[in-house]
């Protein structure tokens, strides 16, 4: 049985998900708040960092990218046409590069900033550090957010999907990451007319459906968010 500790507003657990559902894989969903540091969170990960996957109670497996190998190693590589980590060790590399874009340097510079200011702080207590949101910190994502979008919207431009002809890896963390965004009412769809038809693209799969119903208490999605066509 699979386990998955998880935030839905943790752009690294909504990657593993759509990577579980692109699957046809079903877990049991933890949702976790890292800053509470609770104690049995601690023993499986003492670094208290998301996502955490288990398997029949076996040993955790940590974070979004090191997830995604195990799931490819464990399934995606009996999935033949719809294994979303390529065959070619070029392409393969591609795929990487653009993950670790998404989760960490588009994660460092602009999801966690605005997920933190905006949703967590919200739900901590002043000696977790929640509070008053940090203006700064919101702007300066902001305007890194532009950057991101524009490069995504290149990506979607030169290639059939993000990583090249093929659905993969590159494109669900991509999503997972916009999506977090969009639910959050930040992304200035009408300037990047290309990178809005590639998420209109993943929006519309059935792996992606239960995060348009999904809601975090006291933080309302933008009004266009469900809509498949927006």
């Known amino acids: 049985m699979l386990i998955l500790h998880h935030h839905p507003m943790s752009a690294a657990s909504r990657f593993v998900r759509l990577v579980l559902g ?17 104690p049995e969170f601690l023993a499986l990960n003492p670094a208290a960092t998301l996502p955490v996957l288990t398997e029949d109670r076996s040993v955790p497996i940590i974070g979004g990218t090191v997830v995604a190998e195990y799931l490819d190693e464990t399934r995606g590589a009996f999935q033949r046409e719809k ?20 989760l960490g340097k588009m994660d460092a510079e602009v999801t966690r900033y605005l997920v933190r200011e905006r949703v967590f702080k919200r739900e901590m207590r002043s000696n977790e550090g929640g509070g008053a949101p940090d203006a700064s910190a919101i702007r300066a994502a902001r305007a890194n957010l532009k950057n991101h979008m ?23 963390s991509a999503a997972a990451a916009v999506s977090i965004l969009d639910y959050l009412g930040e992304v200035a769809w009408e300037e990047e007319p290309a990178a809005k038809d590639w ?32």
């Open 150 to 172: 524009r490069y995504i919207g290149w990506l979607a431009e030169s290639r059939n999907w993000l990583s090249g002809s093929r659905l993969s890896y590159a494109d669900f």
């Open 22 to 38: 692109e699957y046809g894989e079903r877990a049991e969903l933890v949702e976790e708040r890292p800053w509470e540091r609770r």
């Open 83 to 102: 294994r979303l980590l390529a065959e070619k060790p070029i392409e393969r590399a591609e795929i990487r590069r653009l993950v670790e874009w998404f």
């Open 199 to 230: 998420y209109m693209r993943i929006k519309s799969r059935p792996s992606f459906r239960p995060f348009l119903v999904e809601r975090v208490r006291g933080v309302p999605p933008a009004a266009h968010y469900a809509e498949l066509d927006f």
